[in-house]
């Protein structure tokens, strides 16, 4: 296989899904987009998807984290490892939370820069696929989260007080 061939592996279940998500997050060179219903029970707060992340964010300012959830009282309260990377990287890494008007959105994806993303068909099935080198399918996801992006609000402070 040569280094410019898209690469397509099935993921049957949420431990392939959980893999999936951290070859995702050590391929990020400059940017990552994640969108979860929850991140409930994804592997966020291991010490292993901690240390990726902290590495990615810390190799170079200009590296950015997005974080999408329907609902993040995972996040903010279960999360202790993701609000240390928020506390330390506040302006590289952002929590946002998807307006109700979005809610029925219900097909959780990851893009890292805009060549390589993890989605699944739906939050209820593990099922999915991890693209890697498919730059199409990748601006696709990306424009899709940025959409959501865009009219969904901070919803995790950086700050203990969040005042």
């Not at 068909?121 to 990306?142: C, M, S, T, W, Y």
Request: aromatic residues 12%; glycine residues 4%; hydrophobic residues 40%.
């Amino acid at each position: 296989m040569n280094d410019g061939t898209i690469q397509h592996t099935k993921l049957d279940g949420i431990t392939d899904y959980i893999a999936a998500l951290d070859t995702l997050c050590k391929l990020a060179r400059h940017d990552l987009y994640i969108f979860e219903k929850n991140y409930d029970g994804l592997g966020f707060n291991t010490e292993a998807r901690y240390t990726t992340l902290h590495n990615f964010l810390l190799t170079n300012p200009a590296h950015r984290l997005f974080v999408l959830a329907h609902d993040t009282h995972y996040l903010s309260t279960l999360c202790p490892r993701m609000m240390m990377l928020l506390r330390q990287f506040g302006t590289s890494m952002f929590i946002y939370q998807t307006p109700k008007s979005l809610q029925y959105i219900s097909e959780p994806f990851s893009v890292a820069d805009e060549a390589n993303y993890v989605r699944r068909f739906h939050f209820d099935d593990p099922r999915g696929i991890l693209g890697q080198k498919d730059p199409e399918n990748a601006r696709v996801l990306k424009a899709r989260f940025m959409e959501m992006w865009t009219v969904s609000h901070p919803a995790v402070s950086s700050t203990k007080l969040g005042l």
